[in-house]
């Protein structure tokens, strides 16, 4: 195989990035915008020793898992993966990239059942827009290339933002402060204080879902003394924590911890591995796509005295702190699933001893 060839190809299963990954003779390729099902022919951009990428040509035959009317530029937008798939189709090969990352990755045989909280579509509180002359939009895959927000987009929706959301409590108010727009928002009976620069959890639909799950979690704990809330960003979970305990510690890097207060909140800007961990009764931890380092792991392994709840955003680097943890004598205890992005997976561990 060489650079340029073109190939034809039935992927058989789709992979943590959002590619689909068919085999010639046993050697695996990945191509982007193929699902299970299609015949497609594709052209090799990329040949490594294991393993090739390849981008697509053209599709000869389509896959039934493919929808009727998918948005009109999911061929080129780099905005989002597998928005010509099913809905059905997404989950179920979303837990199986969990399930097979927690067997390949984690080495774990058996887990909890995976518990899965659907999402509503235009579910993106912020996305990094481009512009080129005339055209905003994502740009293209691989590339510099802006391509046009379509209307149909199914990720970015501006004006449901300005809708409540059914069941929910969603409210933003914003201000300019010394040339940085600082906003306000509401998710239940919480308030949040950040800037536009600020991470907060993107999918809207899923604030008060994910609040709801950790604060469960938490109110599990027997002793309710100290937790400690680990990359804690504008306090999300720090303020719902602060209800249940004594006194709640939040770790966080960026200058987005000032806006965290509370009389029993002690907020602690340093980086999360060069923080010292005292003892506490729940730690709570959101990293981002990397994961935690292995010393924080450690940390949390040896000062976590009831429970550990993991907020992962990628199966693969969840999967591997998953199994530090559980090497320490740790056990996985409960997953929940969200079916459309991975950032509501809050996952809880407890003593095996316990």
């Not at 029993?264 to 729940?282: G, K, L, T």
Request: a positive charge; charged letters at 25%.
């Amino acid at each position: 195989m060489n650079i340029g060839d073109e190939i034809t190809i039935e992927p058989a299963e789709l992979v943590a990035g959002g590619a689909a990954l068919a085999r010639i003779d046993g050697f695996p390729i990945f191509t982007a915008n193929v699902y299970p099902g299609d015949v497609a022919v594709v052209r090799l951009t990329e040949v490594k020793k294991g393993f090739a990428r390849a981008e697509l040509v053209r599709v000869t035959a389509l896959s039934p898992l493919r929808r009727a009317a998918p948005c009109p530029i999911a061929g080129e937008c780099g905005g989002c993966n597998w928005t010509a798939l099913r809905l059905d189709a997404q989950l179920r090969a979303k837990e199986r990239i969990l399930r097979e990352s927690l067997r390949r990755i984690g080495k774990l045989q058996s887990h909890p059942p995976i518990a899965i909280h659907p999402s509503p579509l235009n579910y993106r509180m912020r996305s990094r827009l481009h512009r080129d002359g005339d055209a905003v939009g994502f740009y293209a895959m691989r590339s510099h290339r802006v391509v046009p927000l379509a209307r149909e987009c199914e990720v970015v929706a501006v004006e449901t933002a300005q809708h409540p959301i059914e069941g929910e409590t969603w409210e933003i108010d914003g201000r300019l402060i010394h040339g940085i727009m600082e906003i306000e928002i509401r998710v239940n009976e919480f308030r949040y204080r950040l800037s536009t620069t600020s991470f907060f959890q993107v999918n809207r639909h899923l604030l008060s879902t994910m609040l709801r799950l950790v604060t469960a979690h938490a109110n599990r704990v027997r002793q309710k003394r100290v937790a400690i809330d680990l990359f804690a960003g504008v306090g999300f979970f720090t303020l719902p924590l602060a209800k249940l305990f004594q006194r709640v510690v939040a770790v966080e890097g960026s200058p987005s911890i000032h806006y965290i207060q509370g009389s029993n909140i002690e907020a602690v800007q340093s980086p999360v591995e060069n923080f010292r961990m005292p003892d506490a009764d729940f730690i709570f931890l959101d990293p981002p796509r990397a994961g935690a380092q292995k010393s924080v792991v450690d940390a949390m392994a040896q000062r976590a005295g009831e429970m550990i709840c993991y907020l992962s955003c990628d199966p693969v680097t969840f999967s591997r702190d998953a199994s530090r943890l559980i090497a320490s004598g740790w056990r996985l205890a409960t997953l929940d699933r969200n079916a459309r992005v991975v950032r509501a997976c809050p996952v809880t561990f407890r003593p095996h001893s316990r």
